[in-house]
Structure formats: C-alpha cells, structure tokens
C-alpha cells in the first residue's frame, strides 16, 4: 500500500512517515502543498495525511484538486485549524476523515486502518498481472497458486510497477515516487532489486512478466 504525507513541520512529518512504514506502507513525504499536488498527480496513494496550512498552495486546494480530476484517494487531514467551519470546509472539499493537532500518532494509524477497512469492504485489494497476484492489503504475493516471499523494498518496487502494469517505468518515475530509492541516484541499485524480482516471479521457466527496456525503464506485464 502506498502512502503520501503532505506536511511542512519536519519532525512531525518524519515521525508520520516512520510509523506508517512500520505498518507497512511505501510513504513520500512533502513540506509543501506544490510538491505535495504533484505527488498526487503521479501516483495513485492508497492514503494522503494532509495538512492545511502549507507554504506555497493550501492544503484545501489541493484537496479540492484532487477531487475536480476525479482522485479517490482517502484523505486524512491533520491541522492546528480546530472550530467547527474548518472542520465542515475540509469535509466538504473532499476529505475522509479530520484529525486536530496535537495528536497521538497511534490514533492517526488507527485512523488510517479504518479508513482502508471501510475502503477494502468495497473493493477488491488484489492487483492482477496474468497469473501474478498481489495482495496489496495483506502484501501477500502470488504466481499461481505459488506464493513468492519479498523483502520490503522488493514489495514496494514491485507494486509500484503493478499500478502501471503495461506502462514503461523509467528509473526517475521510481526515484522520485519511492522513498526507499530516492538517495539512490547514480548508482545501480534499481536495476540490482529488478534482478531480484526478475529471479522470484519469473522463477521454474514461468513466462516472462518484467521487461527491461534498456536505457529507458522497465515494463511490468506479459511479453
């Protein structure tokens, strides 16, 4: 599952972004209400903790354009703004939920899992590619009837190529949107955890589901 925080106090940001990837999710992280936009635009966030007074755009308008585009992604906003009207304008722009700050980031997370129970009642959590299954609730991923067990940050890479299965990935699409490679840049760790993945779902002569486009990026789906 993917997560984006969008908060411009940095020790509160990082202390968000730590425990939502002790839960399990790959988290971007922005200070910004722009870059934090962008981030939304690109990449299709299971979860957003959202902050309203942010530099450069308000939080609410990135809500709200997230919602004029059609994004449905769950919405968290966490923000000092207590009385009653910014309450109902955050929910009226969009937002699944409201959080006031000071808060306990326990109760954010528990926040955060009701949100995606409601949302997985009604939704298959499951992203099929051929005969490949990816459980992106539980993590669990299968080829076949064959489970395949991956490190973390095999999970993330792999589910992030799994949202934009048939699409070319390139190297700068994973840098940018994946935390776990972002200090990555100029080295050969991307092609080394494709090598990784490669070995484990295209394991025993299975048909080829990763392709590498050298020089551009890669492909997640059949050749």
Same mark, same amino acid.
């Given at each position: 599952?993917?997560?984006?925080?969008?908060?411009?106090?940095?020790?509160?940001?990082?202390?968000?972004?730590?425990?939502?990837?002790?839960?399990?999710?790959?988290?971007?992280?922005?200070?910004?209400?722009?870059?934090?936009?962008?981030?939304? &635009?690109?990449?299709?966030?299971?979860?957003?903790?959202?902050?309203?007074?942010?530099?450069?755009?308000?939080?609410?308008?990135?809500?709200?354009?997230?919602?004029? &585009?059609?994004?449905?992604?769950?919405?968290?906003?966490?923000?000092?703004?207590?009385?009653?009207?910014? *309450?109902?304008?955050?929910?009226?722009?969009?937002?699944?939920?409201?959080?006031?700050?000071?808060?306990?980031?326990?109760?954010?997370?528990? *926040?955060? *899992?009701?949100?995606?129970?409601?949302?997985?009642?009604?939704?298959?959590?499951?992203?099929?590619?051929?005969?490949?299954?990816?459980?992106?609730?539980?993590? &669990?991923?299968?080829?076949?009837?064959?489970?395949?067990?991956?490190?973390?940050?095999?999970?993330?890479?792999?589910?992030?190529?799994?949202?934009?299965?048939?699409?070319?990935?390139?190297?700068?699409?994973?840098?940018?949107?994946?935390?776990?490679?972002?200090?990555?840049?100029?080295?050969?760790?991307?092609?080394?955890?494709?090598?990784?993945?490669?070995?484990?779902?295209?394991?025993?002569?299975?048909? *080829?589901?990763?392709?590498?486009?050298?020089?551009?990026?890669?492909?997640?789906?059949?050749?």
């Amino acid at each position: 599952m993917r997560a984006l925080v969008v908060e411009d106090y940095h020790p509160l940001r990082a202390a968000i972004a730590q425990a939502l990837r002790g839960e399990g999710f790959a988290v971007d992280e922005s200070g910004d209400g722009e870059e934090g936009a962008w981030f939304a &635009r690109g990449t299709p966030f299971d979860i957003i903790i959202l902050d309203l007074g942010l530099p450069k755009l308000d939080g609410l308008e990135v809500l709200r354009q997230m919602r004029a &585009r059609g994004d449905q992604a769950h919405v968290l906003i966490v923000t000092a703004r207590d009385r009653v009207e910014d *309450r109902c304008a955050g929910l009226d722009a969009g937002a699944d939920d409201y959080l006031v700050k000071p808060f306990a980031v326990p109760e954010l997370l528990s *926040r955060v *899992r009701a949100l995606l129970r409601r949302a997985y009642a009604r939704k298959d959590p499951v992203l099929r590619i051929a005969d490949l299954a990816i459980d992106t609730a539980t993590h &669990r991923v299968q080829r076949g009837s064959q489970d395949i067990e991956l490190s973390q940050r095999e999970y993330t890479l792999l589910e992030f190529l799994a949202l934009r299965a048939g699409e070319l990935v390139t190297r700068e699409d994973i840098r940018s949107h994946l935390y776990d490679f972002r200090s990555e840049s100029g080295s050969n760790v991307i092609d080394v955890y494709i090598g990784y993945l490669r070995k484990k779902i295209e394991r025993d002569d299975l048909p *080829r589901l990763l392709t590498t486009r050298r020089g551009h990026g890669y492909i997640l789906g059949p050749a």
